[in-house]
């Protein structure tokens, strides 16, 4: 709590959660699967 | 004027002086008239020792306290402090009988000497944070663009 | 009340009331020790005169009657003395400020003065700490900062990878083609549906 009261406070009180941004990419990467899965089986059927 | 060794030695020398010329033979004589009666050139010879004597030991003392206490020395000095001071008319700075008050003059140096490091000590602190901060703020920009690149993506593939 | 010339005991190393009294008893003492040689230098004498009626109790009265008179001479002259070493010799003028007292002139700071000024170094020690602190979070969040964007920038150049791959098997776009795609698939559904028709 000690840097709350230095030059940078604004800054180091506005820091991101950068957890939550990583686990914001993991359900990317789940759409992106699901969206390629089915894609695949689209075209499977029209194959 | 004349310095405070001279003075000592002046004033001393003076009260040897006048001692001895209170202790006259004819003094001497008239206490030790019995013996003045019997043998007067004795008597005369005894009081020239006695003079002597007295004026050897004593000079010899003083001579010693002068050497033991660094009289000298210290009056040279106490000279040249009086001469040094004398354009100060006001009274100067004296104990004021609390020590611990005292002290606290004796320490404000130190304390202004540690507050000017702390204060630059500080200021190179605050720069430096300060282009820390100019970097993490860089890098969240940096981050946010990439979010927005990969989000950019999706919805494309969406 | 006797003045304990504090001030001057802080520069000579003793008072000059020390001073003083040693040259008292430099006086005192060797005038008493000389009389008693001069006593016994008469005695002496007086035993090698034959037939001396003057006893030793006699010669210790004169011894006595002389001594008496030197010490009172010497004590009114002693007052003179002890005046012009004190006063003169002795003392140090008020204007005076000993060197190792200098500093309490130059910084003439007061008890409530010295407080402030000790606040005043807290505070910045506090600061200083602080600041340190937010250094190393700063830091901190700097290293962090590496980590997710090398993970964000796999998962673009994933992206990257996949679009790669796309073109490499002729598919530039994976919309049109899928489109294209789709549209053909229906003709040839028609076609089938044609000549299924034309069979029967």
Not at chain 1, 18 to 36: K, P
Not at chain 2, 29 to 50: D, G, M
Not at chain 2, 102 to 128: F, G, I, N, T
Not at chain 3, 157 to 170: D, K, M, T, V, Y
């Amino acid at each position: 709590q000690e840097h709350l009261q230095t030059s940078q406070a604004e800054v180091l009180s506005s820091k991101p959660n950068y957890q939550q941004i990583l686990d914001e990419q993991g359900e990317v990467l789940s759409f992106m699967q699901l969206v390629l899965e089915e894609l695949q089986q689209a075209v499977k059927l029209l194959q | 004027p004349p310095t405070r060794a001279q003075l000592f030695d002046t004033v001393v020398d003076t009260v040897l002086e006048k001692l001895v010329a209170a202790g006259s033979y004819e003094r001497f004589a008239s206490c030790y008239r019995c013996f003045y009666k019997l043998q007067p050139e004795v008597t005369k010879s005894i009081h020239e020792q006695f003079i002597f004597q007295l004026q050897a030991s004593i000079k010899e003392e003083i001579q010693e306290v002068k050497e033991e206490g660094k009289l000298e020395m210290l009056f040279d000095a106490l000279d040249r402090l009086v001469e040094e001071a004398k354009d100060q008319q006001e009274p100067a700075w004296r104990p004021s009988g609390t020590p611990e008050e005292d002290a606290l003059s004796a320490m404000v140096p130190y304390l202004l000497k540690h507050h000017s490091y702390l204060q630059r000590v500080l200021k190179e602190k605050v720069e430096d944070n300060k282009q820390l901060a100019e970097a993490v703020l860089a890098g969240r920009g940096r981050i946010k663009e990439l979010q927005q690149l990969i989000q950019a993506r999706r919805e494309a593939w969406q | 009340s006797v003045s304990p010339m504090a001030y001057e005991a802080q520069f000579f190393g003793f008072t000059p009331q020390t001073c003083v009294l040693r040259v008292y008893i430099a006086f005192q003492d060797y005038l008493f020790e000389i009389m008693q040689v001069v006593e016994n230098v008469i005695l002496k004498k007086l035993e090698a005169v034959p037939g001396c009626k003057v006893s030793p109790l006699r010669i210790r009265k004169c011894t006595e009657k002389f001594f008496v008179f030197m010490k009172e001479q010497f004590n009114k002259l002693f007052s003179n003395l002890e005046t012009v070493l004190l006063q003169l010799v002795l003392s140090i003028p008020p204007n005076v400020l000993l060197p190792e007292d200098k500093v309490h002139e130059q910084y003439p700071y007061s008890k409530e003065q010295f407080q402030v000024l000790q606040g005043e170094v807290q505070e910045l020690q506090r600061q200083c700490r602080a600041e340190a602190a937010a250094g190393q979070a700063l830091r901190a969040e700097l290293e962090e900062q590496k980590v997710v964007q090398a993970e964000l920038e796999k998962i673009l150049q994933w992206f990257a990878g996949l679009e790669s791959i796309c073109r490499e098997h002729g598919t530039s776009s994976v919309k049109e083609s899928f489109t294209f795609l789709t549209q053909n698939s229906k003709k040839l559904q028609d076609v089938l549906k044609d000549v299924e028709k034309k069979s029967r």
